[in-house]
């Protein structure tokens, strides 16, 4: 019967053929590590923030002056509100230190390298829309925290010459944020998952054209390649139960971790409150727009240290493959830039008083320093490497070739 | 791997069995609902509790017959003093507190220290230490009270702190039952899906 029916569908829709092509047959390399892992949770994270924000939306009301009242509707009235809204909340965070630790590894191994330049962008393009997601999302329960932290973002944008105070007003639909910035906060909110679901599938067709990096760098011969399933799908769903302990723990034990107390006071425009403290995955870029002293050149410090990891195919001119893994120099920059990503945390969550202001300054200095050194010494250790004869052969021979076709 | 496993299953035991120790006081969670009805709801409402929401911590039909007096179960505990009237006496209005033990850093613990951190200052005053210059009177007369009695009113800022805790968080309990099954669930799913990898990949030496 289902044979039938699949031949049926076939006959009209190449269903086996894609099934084949993109999971029985996809050729997957064999040493892949857990740390391959991360792309399959993000789908998973973005699959239960889609499914529980629809049901949030069903009793949320996107009104300055319920919409404080609808969430506590949720949490207390709805069946099971308070596990749809902790699931949405804490799913939030969650998304985000997988997303990052997506981009670690790619880092850290060189999957940006060519040929996959384009699978790198599309990805840095959906760390911007899941960025603008989760800011509109912060603003909808309508605490303090919410709407001062949208107020001090959306000004951010006074800083554009010309037009600033335009595009602030233009923004937040109005002079200040008020019913009107939280009705298209809410409507953007809602839309943007579905852009990042269609980014998504981008990203993964510009997958399945280059493949999977894998850890050793090197181009797999045919037999060092099996087939996705079922091999990387129980390894995911391994990948997935020791996510999910993680993920229920929080929801479950801890659902106020991510909430910031503020937050559970409703918004008050007449009372600022005493330090207006971003979500924590936005801190370390907040505290390199702190640690510029003029708000222009802030704004502008902020806007590239997210924007640059674009560029890190160009920057990184080494032609050794395997990211850090043959690279003592660049694994090295990796380690400073990660420890440097969480002293900028620590002081984006602080007032910036002296000392605090001053390591902050210090650890943005390092982190574009990191991006800014690395075009130099990549080419220098990759000379010296090659030359160190400690390289294993196949390595080199590949670095060769790309030098080769790079002269061609 | 296996290592990993281990201690993300042994972190969330722990939690299991840290919450399950510090499960809520139900007595003076029942004692501090009874302070906060007849005594803060002078002045404070508490607009997300019900009166018929006290029935689920234990307080019997007749008890909350006597707190809600006139009004219905299923009326929210409004503040008996007029925000108008509060605005005028105290020149601010007081916050409501059904979320209060979730609004402050410290939680239940700075309500406990707000209530009890009233002491004579230097000028004859009433100061606050943890908020100093606070609009919200003496409310229980620590500041004069002599050892015996501070030890009483400390006993009832704790309730009411654990009455709020409770209030801020009905579904505390229902949902801590639930994590502890969902955990369990999923370390044994965890547990099988490594098996399977073993024996799917197992194919490939």
């Known amino acids: 019967m289902s044979k039938k029916i699949v031949a049926w569908i076939d006959q009209r829709f190449p269903l086996s053929a894609f ?18 892992g991360f792309g399959f949770l993000a789908g998973f994270v973005l699959v239960i923030q889609l499914v529980t924000g629809v049901f949030l939306a069903m009793h949320y009301k996107a009104d300055s002056n319920l919409a404080f009242d609808s969430i506590q509707h949720i949490m207390r009235e709805v069946n099971y509100g308070w596990l749809i809204r902790y699931l949405h909340s804490t799913g939030a965070s969650a998304f985000f230190i997988v997303i990052y630790t997506h981009m670690a590894r790619t880092l850290y191994y060189g999957s940006y390298r060519r040929p996959r330049e384009l699978l790198w962008w ?13 800011f509109m999302g912060y603003l909808l329960p309508w605490g303090q925290m919410s709407y001062w932290g949208a107020t001090v973002i959306t000004n951010l944008f006074s800083a554009t010459p010309g037009f600033g105070e335009d595009i602030v007003v233009w923004l937040r639909g109005g002079f200040a944020v008020d019913d009107p910035t939280l009705t298209r906060f809410f409507s953007m909110h809602y839309l943007f998952p579905f852009i990042i679901s269609a980014a998504v599938l981008i990203h993964l067709v510009a997958l399945h054209t280059v493949r999977s990096s894998n850890p050793s760098g090197l181009n797999l011969a045919d037999k060092d390649n099996i087939p996705f399933h079922p091999y990387y799908t129980i390894k995911d769903l391994f990948g997935l139960g020791i996510f999910l302990l993680g993920y229920f723990a929080i929801v479950f034990f801890k659902p106020d971790l991510f909430i910031d107390p503020a937050n559970n006071v409703p918004a008050n425009p007449m009372q600022t409150p005493a330090d207006i403290v971003p979500e924590w995955y936005f801190l370390p870029f907040y505290a390199i727009l702190r640690s510029v002293p003029d708000l222009a050149g802030g704004v502008v410090a902020m806007l590239v240290s997210v924007l640059i990891f674009a560029a890190m195919p160009y920057l990184d001119r080494s032609r050794i493959t395997g990211g850090a893994r043959y690279r003592p120099i660049y694994r090295t920059l990796f380690y400073v830039f990660v420890i440097d990503i969480f002293v900028l945390g620590y002081v984006g969550a602080h007032p910036p008083a002296s000392l605090m202001k001053l390591t902050g300054q210090i650890a943005t200095s390092i982190y574009f320093l990191t991006f800014l050194l690395l075009p130099f010494v990549s080419r220098w250790e990759e000379g010296r490497l090659l030359q160190s004869g400690k390289l294993p052969a196949d390595v ?13 | 791997m296996l290592k990993t496993v281990y201690w993300i299953s042994t972190l969330c035991l722990t939690l299991i069995a840290g919450t399950a120790h510090a499960s809520a006081d139900l007595p003076s969670i029942q004692r501090g ?7 803060c709801n002078g002045c404070h409402s508490l607009k997300y509790i019900k009166y018929k929401d006290l029935l689920s911590i234990g307080l019997t039909r007749d008890e909350v017959n006597t707190l809600r007096g006139e009004k ?7 503040a008996q003093m007029a925000a108008n009237d509060a605005l005028a006496l105290f020149n601010v209005v007081p916050p409501d507190l059904s979320l209060m033990a979730e609004a402050r850093e410290g939680g239940p613990h700075y309500i406990v220290e707000l209530l009890t951190g009233f002491a004579p200052g230097a000028d004859g005053q009433t100061t606050n230490r943890v908020f100093p210059g606070i609009k919200m009177p003496d409310i229980f007369g620590i500041a004069q009270a002599d050892p015996a009695a501070r030890k009483e009113i400390e006993q009832k800022a704790i309730d009411v702190a654990a009455f709020l805790e409770w209030a801020a968080d009905p579904q505390a309990e229902a949902r801590k039952r639930m994590g502890r099954g969902v955990l369990i669930y999923v370390a044994i799913l965890t547990a099988l899906f490594y098996l399977l990898k073993k024996k799917i990949w197992r194919r490939l030496k």
Do not use: F
């Open chain 2, 33 to 39: 609902a009874h302070i906060a009805a007849e005594v």
């Open chain 1, 396 to 408: 080199v021979d590949m670095a060769r070739k790309e030098i080769e076709a790079s002269h061609a």
């Open chain 1, 19 to 36: 099934v084949k092509h993109e999971l029985t047959d996809y050729p997957t390399p064999r040493n892949l590590s857990y740390w391959w």
């Open chain 2, 72 to 78: 219905s179960l299923g009326d929210p505990l409004k």
């Open chain 1, 122 to 134: 599309t990805g840095q393009l959906l760390l911007l829309l899941m960025m603008a997601t989760a």
